[in-house]
Structure formats: C-alpha cells, structure tokens
C-alpha cells in the first residue's frame, strides 16, 4: 500500500512552506491541499480541531499540526536528508533556535511591520536586536547546520519571507 501524504495550508502561509520545503528535500510525494483561511474546510477542522490553522500534514490518515512539530515529524519518519543532526546537543540548538524565531522574532517583527504607528520605532529596534543574534548563530556558515539545510534553516526560512516588508 502507498502512503498517503497530504498538506493543509495556504499559499501566503510561511509555515505551509516549511512543511513543503522538508518534503521535497526529503522527495517525499504528497498531494498540497489549498485552504482558504477565511472559510475553512470541514477537512482541515476534522484534522485540526484544536487550532483551527494550517499547516497539517496527515500521513496516512493521522493528522499532525504546528509546522515545527510537522517538521520533527518528517525528520523522524523519513530518515532519509535528515533536518536534525545525530548530535543531541546539536538537535537541542537547531530547537531552541526555531523556537526563538517562532515565539520572539516574528513578533516583533510583526510589530515592526502592523503594529501601531507609535510603537513602530521601538519594535524596530527589537526586532533588529533579535536578528543579531540569529545572524551571530550563522556566523560564516552557509546553513544554520554547517554543510546542509537543516530544520533552523527551514525554519529560519519564514524571516525572508517577509524581510522585504521589514525593510
């Protein structure tokens, strides 16, 4: 029996591109499933009944939500281009980092961009300080990882998705 691989998201989510970019590193073969988020499936609610929200990724019949928990998902069942390094240590920064992105930087990022008027200056400044540090994480490397891209890059991905508004 083939699996069954299927993505629940929407063309301007950064988040359903995470999902997309891991399989197709990893040349796994999935069916995209466009949502309107504004007028959500009965699908996407069967599936994500908690949140609401895409990206999901059901393989099989088994529905998993929240793009970073997909993408440990992904590493974990194809072995094959792991996004996670075989070093603990390794695997617990490239977490803490996409964590930081998820949960500081796209916020004040966010801020930055819609917030209000008033408050535009100071998210600015908060949202450049937290980008320095990601840019010190990078240093000279090419990918977060070393040699390849690896989940920090994929999820690190979503800021030049929108660095152009940023700027």
């Known amino acids: 029996m083939a699996e069954e691989v299927l993505v629940f998201g929407a063309w301007g989510s950064p988040f359903s591109r995470r999902i997309e970019m891991a399989l197709k590193l990893k ?16 699908s996407l609610l069967k ?3 908690v949140h609401k929200k895409i990206p999901v990724l059901v393989h099989n019949g088994k529905p998993v939500a929240e793009s970073l928990v997909i ?7 194809w072995k094959d281009s792991p996004i996670l390094s075989k070093d603990p240590y390794e695997r617990a ?27 535009h200056e100071k998210a600015l400044e908060e949202a450049s300080e937290l980008l320095q540090f990601l840019e010190n994480e990078l240093k000279e490397k090419r990918y977060f990882g070393g040699e390849t891209v690896g989940l920090l890059d994929i999820a690190a991905n979503i800021i030049g998705y929108w660095l152009g508004v940023f700027e």
């Open 27 to 42: 040349g796994i073969e999935y069916k995209y499933i466009e949502e309107d988020i504004t007028n959500k499936s009965p």
């Open 93 to 119: 920064n490239a977490r803490f980092w996409a964590k930081f992105i998820d949960e500081k930087c796209l916020s004040a990022i966010f801020k930055a961009c819609w917030g209000e008027e008033k408050e």
């Open 71 to 77: 993408l440990e998902y992904i590493d974990e069942t």
């Open 47 to 49: 599936y994500n009944p």
